[in-house]
C-alpha cells in the first residue's frame, strides 16, 4: 500500500514511501503521518497528527497504522495529549514576542524552557514541547528570533539564512526573552534544554537565570558561553560523527564543566535527535532521552 512519499532536504533525490519508512521506525513512536508528497523542511505546517487519525474509526488501513505504532519509554511515556497554544509575552523591555506552550493535562512535574535550533519554532520543535508536556512538564518554546524576524520557522536546507538570524541576536535580548518565558511558566522549579544552536542558549540560560538544570543537545555556539559557569547542574550531549563540533570543543566543554555529566553518540551525528532530519538517529535519540528524563527528576521535580 503506497500513501505518500517524504523528501529530505539533504538527499533530494531519495523517496521513502511510508509503509516501508514506518516499519524501519516502527521500534519508535511515529507521531505524524505525511498525506501526499511532501517536503521535510516545509512541515512547518504540515504535521497532522496521527492519534487524530487513529481516533477517526476503525477501518482496515486505521487498524494496519495502529499496528505499526508501538510505545516506547522515551520523552513520549506520559499523559495522552498535551494542552497545546500559541501566544505573545512580554519582556521586560517592553517587547512582545510568539511562544509555544504544552501543559501537561494531568500531574504537573515542573517547568521547562525548550530552546530551538536555528530553524527556529519548526514542527519538529512543537512537537518535542508537546513530548515534555506528555512527560509532566509544562514547556513553554519562546521565538528567540522574533526580534530578529517574526515567526521564522525555516527549512532544514537553510543553514546559511538561519545562521545569519543566530549571528543577529544580542545576548542581553536574549536573557530578557529567557526571563520572561521562566516567568511565564510560573513554576517552582524550571528546566531548560536546547537543541543545535539553542544548546548554546540553554547553557547562556544556566548561567545568568535562576535555572533548576539544564541540558545541551550538539550545542554550536557552546565555546562562545564557556567563560562562564552554570548556576546549576548541566548535562551534555554530542554526536561522535558531528562534523560541526569536533573532539575539541568537546574537550572544552569538559574543562570547563569538570562535574558535569558529558555524553557522546559515537554513531550519531549533528541534529541526531530531531526525527525530521536525515540524520535521526532513534538509538542514540532513546538513550539520551533516558538519561535526560532522569537527570530532570533530579532537580526538576
Given at each position: 500500500?503506497?500513501?505518500?512519499?517524504?523528501?529530505?532536504?539533504?538527499?533530494?533525490?531519495?523517496?521513502?514511501?511510508?509503509?516501508?519508512?514506518?516499519?524501519?521506525?516502527?521500534h519508535c513512536a511515529l507521531?505524524?503521518?505525511?498525506?501526499?508528497r511532501v517536503n521535510i523542511h516545509q512541515l512547518c505546517i504540515d504535521f497532522i497528527d496521527i492519534r487524530s487519525l487513529l481516533m477517526a474509526g476503525n477501518s482496515p488501513l486505521m487498524t494496519w497504522l495502529s499496528s505499526l505504532l508501538k510505545p516506547t519509554d522515551r520523552i513520549q511515556k506520559g499523559n495522552p495529549m498535551a494542552d497545546s497554544s500559541t501566544s505573545n509575552i512580554c519582556a521586560e523591555d517592553g517587547y512582545n514576542f510568539s511562544t509555544y506552550m504544552a501543559s501537561p493535562t494531568k500531574s504537573e512535574i515542573g517547568g521547562l524552557i525548550l530552546i530551538h535550533e536555528i530553524f527556529g519554532i519548526t514542527a519538529q520543535m512543537r512537537n518535542l514541547a508537546d513530548q515534555f508536556a506528555n512527560a509532566g512538564y509544562k514547556t513553554i518554546v519562546p521565538a528567540l528570533f522574533d526580534r530578529i524576524e517574526r515567526d521564522a520557522c525555516l527549512g532544514y536546507d537553510e543553514i546559511d539564512r538561519g545562521r545569519k538570524l543566530a549571528?543577529?541576536?544580542?545576548?542581553?535580548?536574549?536573557?530578557?526573552?529567557l526571563k520572561a518565558a521562566m516567568q511565564t511558566l510560573a513554576t517552582r522549579k524550571v528546566a531548560v534544554v536546547g537543541y543545535c544552536w539553542g544548546g548554546g542558549i540553554a547553557y547562556l540560560a544556566a548561567c545568568n537565570l535562576p535555572i533548576n538544570n539544564g541540558a545541551a543537545f550538539y550545542g554550536t555556539r557552546l565555546p562562545s558561553y564557556l567563560h562562564q559557569q552554570a548556576n546549576c547542574p548541566f548535562q551534555f550531549h554530542f554526536g561522535g560523527k558531528d562534523s560541526a563540533i569536533g573532539p575539541e570543543v568537546v574537550e572544552q566543554v569538559r574543562t570547563a564543566n569538570p562535574s558535569s555529566d558529558v555524553f557522546i553518540y559515537q554513531q550519531a551525528d549533528h541534529g541526531f535527535a530531531n526525527q525530521a532530519r536525515a540524520s535521526f538517529d532513534s538509538a542514540s535519540t532513546i538513550l539520551a532521552e533516558?538519561?535526560?528524563?532522569?537527570f530532570l527528576s533530579q532537580r526538576t521535580a
Open positions: 500500500m503506497f500513501i505518500g512519499e517524504c523528501t529530505f532536504p539533504d538527499q533530494a533525490n531519495l523517496h521513502y514511501s511510508l509503509p516501508k519508512r514506518a516499519v524501519a521506525d516502527s507521531n505524524t503521518l505525511f498525506i501526499g549571528d543577529a541576536c544580542r545576548k542581553e535580548h536574549l536573557l530578557l526573552d533516558q538519561r535526560l528524563l532522569a
